[in-house]
């Protein structure tokens, strides 16, 4: 019963899923710009034994792959999440069978798309995405965009199972 109510409240309120994708994104700047601003290329703060934040410049795709500014990926990466990005947010707010998308379905496609913007949104101010987030057990740096991409892709994996075996 609350789950369809939720379900009910972000298909009949997209304001609240903009208000849920702005603060995704606003969050996402905010730390990516205090560690641009407050930290030197590849210095690290320790905030506990497990995680710390160091500042690393990613110019490549998810876990550094190609990460070499003398690559160019630049504009074609920027063009392509753009793309992505376009596309997710037409699945959110236009699509006509909106009415179908459940509350669940349409956060799940909040989070990917605020992880989308807001890694494009490095790309477009820096020319390369402001990776700091070092859990010291883990070999990859990401930040919080990487993170709410991640998060969707698991919602997505769990609506999808829940679905298939109901």
Not at 56 to 65: L, R
Not at 90 to 102: A, E, H, R, S
Not at 138 to 157: H, K, Q, R, W
Request: glycine share 6%; aromatic share 22%.
């Amino acid at each position: 019963m609350a789950q369809e109510k939720l379900g009910y409240f972000f298909r009949e309120n997209k304001v609240w899923l903009i208000g849920i994708l702005g603060f995704l994104i606003y969050f996402d700047f905010s730390s990516k710009s205090w560690v641009h601003k407050n930290l030197e290329l590849y210095e690290s703060i320790e905030i506990s034994n497990f995680l710390n934040f160091t500042f690393i410049k990613n110019y490549g795709v998810a876990f550094s792959i190609f990460n070499n500014p003398s690559l160019n990926l630049n504009i074609f990466l920027s063009i392509l999440i753009f793309l992505i990005c376009s596309f997710l947010f037409y699945l959110v707010f236009i699509k006509i069978d909106n009415q179908q998308k459940t509350g669940f379905q349409r956060l799940i496609y909040v989070f990917i798309l605020a992880g989308g913007l807001g890694n494009l949104l490095d790309r477009l101010i820096y020319g390369y995405v402001v990776d700091f987030i070092d859990i010291t057990f883990n070999p990859y740096v990401f930040n919080l965009a990487d993170s709410y991409v991640t998060i969707g892709l698991v919602m997505y994996l769990i609506f999808s199972l829940k679905k298939k075996f109901k």
